[in-house]
């Protein structure tokens, strides 16, 4: 009786998963961004190497196809997200630093955090998804 009860609900696509959908807004893109790749990396609070290029827990990347763009992410409602975002303005796919390991492209954090000697925490840029949540965030040049 219980597997039958599964498959109805499976079918009326009723399911036990909690999903909720984090939208980002930036409020300074500029014109030049236009066309280049976003990369968006999205870490739980589990992950202890944010924010690290390529450990991310899940990732997205999406084409800048206007001067306002937003990108959504649909994502497991009831847990903690920190954001790290950059443009790849060169097309070589990472993030490219100085040699003190500051950003040379754009880039941004949830919470709007600017770094100042070294990258963030965690606890710098999370955020709790209980629901459809829009993050207004501005990019550092």
Do not use: H
């Amino acid at each position: 009786m219980t597997i039958i009860i599964f498959i109805i609900l499976s079918f009326l696509g009723l399911d036990n998963s909690n999903k909720s959908t984090v939208s980002i807004e930036f409020e300074n893109f500029k014109e030049d961004y236009v066309g280049k790749d976003i990369y968006i990396g999205y870490w739980l609070s589990s992950n202890q190497d944010f924010p690290k290029e390529n450990k991310t827990d899940f990732a997205q990347i999406v084409k800048a196809d206007s001067e306002n763009p937003t990108i959504s992410k649909e994502l497991q409602s009831g847990e903690a997200y920190a954001i790290s975002i950059f443009i790849d303005l060169n097309g070589n796919g990472k993030m490219d630093t100085n040699f003190f390991g500051k950003p040379k492209e754009p880039y941004c954090f949830s919470n709007n955090y600017k770094p100042v000697f070294s990258a963030p925490d965690f606890e710098d840029c999370s955020f709790n998804l209980e629901k459809d949540t829009t993050l207004k965030i501005k990019i550092i040049n």
